[in-house]
């Protein structure tokens, strides 16, 4: 085909052989994936580390435990540089991001993603901040929408609305009418409420059941006790969605409230509309802290040990 990349037999890429702690992530020469039918191969830019990597790092992660040694990461941005038989709609050099399934690993200078797990990137986003979008924007996304039926002028009380999933939500919620009540901590306060929340609760200093009241939705991306105190907030018939497994109402809540859970899934068309949101302006990716590939376990000790805000990006290539 004429392009070296056709030819590669190996790259660099992140991979653990034991699992464990950030110190466990290795930067290496590993081999080159090959498209099967079906797929293809993205020259990756750009690279989010993610909660459920440092998850998977640790073999506990109950969706999916890899065989070693293994790529960690799921959500990529590059330029498509092989496309094998069976795909249609995209072509070599094409500007893609997605998030691809959890056996392939985007820590790496190339991965093989499948159609549905890829959206054509907008020329005004870098590759940095459509990196940032797939698993946190589909998330949160799908908990809204898909699972939490979520209308305009209903009321939803988001958790974490800060992090990465959580200023997603806020936004999202907002954009779709809806009244958004957030919590944060002190330092997040004035980031979520610029990003539309109407009240914005310090979860450090106030009880945010005390404040909230006839909640239609709760996003819980937190689980433990600010799950339990969360089923007091909502209205009879309101609907609780969790990250974190199946919440199961107690005894005493209001009568007919229900839970669900929620796992994200690749969807291409609902990442093209989060990326246009972001290509119009009308939704903020916020990127807190970019790391060289080479320096993936200081970018998974900061998300494990220090407050991040948004989004944490590998960038794999200038």
Known sequence: ??????????????????FGGPEVLQCEEAP???????????RVHAAAVNP????????????FRP????????????VIERVAPGVKNLKIGDEVFGMIGYERGAYA??????????????????????????????????????HGELRAGQRVLIHGGG?????????LAVLHGAQVIAT???????????????RVINYKTQRFEEIARDIDLVLDLIAGETRE??????????????????????????????????????????????????????????????YPLSEAREAHAQMENAHSRGKIILQVRD
């Open 184 to 198: 944060a901590g002190p330092q997040d306060i004035d980031f979520v409420r610029a990003l539309g929340a109407a």
């Open 229 to 290: 105190r969360s089923w007091q907030v909502l209205k009879p018939r309101g609907l609780m969605v969790s990250t974190l497994g199946e919440p199961q109402p107690p005894e005493n809540a209001p009568v007919g409230v229900r839970g669900r859970a929620t796992v994200v899934r690749s969807e291409a068309g609902q990442l093209a509309e989060i990326a246009a949101l972001a290509a119009s302006g009308q939704l903020r990716i916020e990127v807190n802290a970019t």
């Open 163 to 171: 992090g990465g999933v959580g200023h997603f939500a806020v936004q």
């Open 52 to 63: 459920v990597d440092g998850k998977i790092r640790t073999g506990k992660f109950h969706l």
């Open 67 to 78: 065989d070693l040694p293994a790529i960690l990461g799921r959500d990529l941005s590059g």
């Open 109 to 146: 200078d190339l991965a093989v993603a499948l159609p549905i797990e890829l959206a054509h990137k907008p020329a005004v986003l870098d590759h940095l901040h459509a990196a940032g979008i797939g698993v946190a924007g589909l998330t949160a996304w799908q908990s809204l929408f898909d």
């Open 1 to 18: 085909m004429g392009d070296e990349s056709y030819t590669a037999i190996t790259m660099k890429a992140v991979r653990i052989h034991e």
């Open 32 to 42: 080159a994936p090959e498209p099967a039918e079906g797929e293809v191969r993205v």
